[in-house]
């Protein structure tokens, strides 16, 4: 099983780390645990010390757009042998007080993408009320595993996503919004991921607590329901849709 988008860096976790990593360990699930700017990179690089079930994403998140890119460039090429994958990067007009904040955004992520490309990794990509932006872009860019994580769009966008092959991911919030279960039901099966997205936390049955890797099992139980299909079905779809994204590098 794979969590497809946590943030193992967010000091949320920091005093339960241990007990973190034994519980991915006993359950038999690895994390793409993505970062937010240089600091949170290179923690997350320390934890994917600890543990080879944390698969560290590097990258700047559009909140953090004004972050040294430079280094953030550098940091990526001296690891490259060792991170599985660029995010959390992408767009977010919530973060822009100007455009010229914007633009700043799209050139971090033009830049991100460029050097996802060259090193052949997959993107976890932000795409809060930026879809159709980020729909425009990814033909420049010829990445095959772009992940748009916890996808919020329309019918439409998802068409759209699919159509240009991205895989899309849901979360915990799943469980309880028939809006997200209509939209994995129109998902192409083969472009489904699941995430927990931690430490976001998560109402009804989760309590608003930090959410944990070990959400995941109730978000493939979801999934299994919600496309009419067996557990264990769902686990062999997702485990080949995972070792699809992330490439050659599993």
Same mark, same amino acid.
């Given at each position: 099983?794979?969590?497809?988008?946590?943030?193992?860096?967010?000091?949320?976790?920091?005093?339960?780390?241990?007990?973190?990593?034994?519980?991915?360990?006993?359950?038999?699930?690895?994390? @793409?645990?993505?970062?937010?700017?240089? #600091?949170?990179?290179?923690?997350? *690089? !320390?934890?994917?010390?600890? &543990?080879?079930?944390?698969?560290?994403?590097?990258?700047?998140?559009?909140?953090?757009?004004?972050?040294? *890119?430079?280094?953030?460039?550098?940091?990526?090429?001296?690891? !490259?042998?060792?991170?599985?994958?660029?995010?959390?990067?992408?767009? #977010?007009?919530?973060?822009?007080?100007?455009?010229?904040?914007?633009?700043?955004?799209? #050139?971090? $992520?033009?830049?991100?993408?460029?050097?996802?490309?060259?090193?052949?990794?997959?993107?976890?990509?932000?795409?809060?009320?930026? *879809?159709?932006?980020?729909? #425009?872009?990814?033909?420049?860019?010829?990445?095959?595993?772009?992940?748009?994580?916890? $996808?919020?769009?329309?019918?439409?966008?998802?068409?759209?996503?699919?159509?240009?092959? @991205? $895989?899309?991911?849901?979360?915990?919030?799943?469980?309880?919004?028939?809006?997200?279960?209509?939209?994995?039901?129109?998902?192409?099966?083969?472009?489904?991921?699941?995430?927990?997205?931690?430490?976001?936390?998560?109402?009804? @049955? $989760?309590?608003?607590?930090?959410?944990?890797? &070990?959400?995941?099992?109730?978000?493939?139980? @979801?999934?299994?329901?919600?496309?009419?299909?067996?557990?264990?079905? !769902? =686990? *062999?779809?997702?485990?080949?849709?995972?070792?699809?994204?992330?490439? &050659? =590098?599993?």
């Amino acid at each position: 099983m794979l969590d497809a988008h946590i943030h193992l860096s967010d000091p949320e976790y920091e005093t339960d780390m241990e007990i973190i990593l034994a519980s991915m360990k006993k359950l038999g699930i690895r994390a @793409c645990a993505v970062s937010m700017d240089n #600091d949170s990179s290179r923690t997350t *690089l !320390s934890l994917a010390k600890k &543990s080879n079930l944390v698969l560290p994403f590097v990258g700047i998140h559009p909140e953090k757009s004004a972050d040294n *890119l430079e280094s953030m460039v550098q940091l990526i090429q001296e690891h !490259s042998g060792m991170i599985y994958g660029i995010g959390e990067i992408g767009l #977010d007009k919530t973060y822009a007080k100007t455009d010229d904040d914007f633009k700043r955004q799209k #050139d971090v $992520f033009s830049s991100l993408l460029s050097l996802a490309e060259d090193l052949k990794k997959p993107v976890s990509v932000h795409s809060r009320k930026t *879809l159709d932006e980020i729909f #425009d872009i990814i033909p420049s860019y010829d990445i095959s595993g772009f992940l748009l994580h916890w $996808f919020d769009g329309n019918k439409k966008q998802l068409s759209k996503a699919m159509d240009l092959g @991205c $895989f899309v991911s849901y979360g915990p919030v799943m469980v309880y919004s028939q809006d997200k279960q209509v939209l994995l039901s129109n998902t192409d099966k083969d472009k489904i991921l699941v995430e927990t997205d931690g430490p976001v936390r998560f109402s009804h @049955c $989760f309590g608003m607590k930090p959410a944990q890797i &070990s959400f995941i099992p109730s978000v493939i139980f @979801c999934v299994s329901k919600t496309l009419q299909q067996d557990y264990d079905e !769902s =686990i *062999l779809m997702l485990e080949k849709n995972s070792k699809r994204y992330l490439g &050659s =590098i599993v």
